[in-house]
């Protein structure tokens, strides 16, 4: 004899009814932050809470195109373009008169969008490309320091925040984002500065097992305040301080951070000497292996979150 099918009562019906529509959202929810296509705002918060549960409420994005940090030539100045799992950032932006140069490299490399634009701080070679930048790529936070100068740089880069309708995200010590599947925590400023330079945004990036330390232009004061703080700047690769200035990468600093590789931002045949030779020295008695702009043009450094290659640039 056939058994009786058995019927859901009232009270599994209900449940039914609401539990089908939860499942529905959380498929969408799920494959929405899947994809990493919120606004930063709302993913970090979400990613670090999915990151708490292990994994749990979805899956983090994977490999998809892996690391590239790419120092990029703008001559006497900074700029800095990393791009993780379809996720772009931008530290720095070179002099205003180099604007094109980046705007023309980050085209080339297929870059529509910056999750992240950082200036370290109000230096005309470290903001001035910025201006244009911010005026025509869709950017999400932008992250500067509290530092403030009366350049008219400066005021033009604080105009194109407020005519794009962006608000500043304060540079604070200890705060962490998200960047496909790299995670950057800032370490500096830590106080207060009568040199710009030490006011400098100091970050340091994580993929995987490897990691890049980005300083700016901070220098002795700001580095003494960091080893003091006990950061952990420990880094694969190091971008060498003020662009290789005697005022920077001091011997303690240099210990702490050990790096395997040393990137040096500076312009062919500068009219300040730099780098100076007792920091390229020091760089050479740790065995680091050394890129410069001023000769290796831009600089490309890839990684898979275990090993680290220099590429050509194209």
Known sequence: MAGKKRRLNKRQRRLLFIAL???????????VCD????????QNPLDSANSATGGLLYTQPQNSKDLSVHFIDVGQGDCILI???????LIDGGTPQESGTVENYLRGQGIKSLEYVVGTHPHDDHIGGLVSVIKDYDTGTIILNDAITTTQTYENLLKAISDKKKQITPARVNDSYRLGGAQFVILAPIRDYDDLNNTSVVLKLTYK????????????ESEKDMLD???DLGADVLKVGHHGSA???TQDF????????AVISVGRGNSYGLPNTEVTQRLE???IEVFRTDIDKTVVLESDGQNIIGKEEK
């Open 21 to 31: 529509p939860l499942v529905a959202l959380f498929i969408i929810f799920a494959n």
């Open 35 to 42: 994809k990493g296509v919120l606004p930063a705002w709302l």
């Open 83 to 89: 791009c993780c799992n379809g996720k772009n950032m």
């Open 209 to 220: 097992n490897r990691s890049f330390l980005f300083t700016g232009d901070a220098s002795e």
């Open 229 to 231: 703080a006990k950061s």
């Open 247 to 249: 005022t920077a990468t």
């Open 254 to 261: 240099l210990d702490a951070v050990n790096p395997q590789y």
């Open 285 to 287: 008695d740790k065995g």
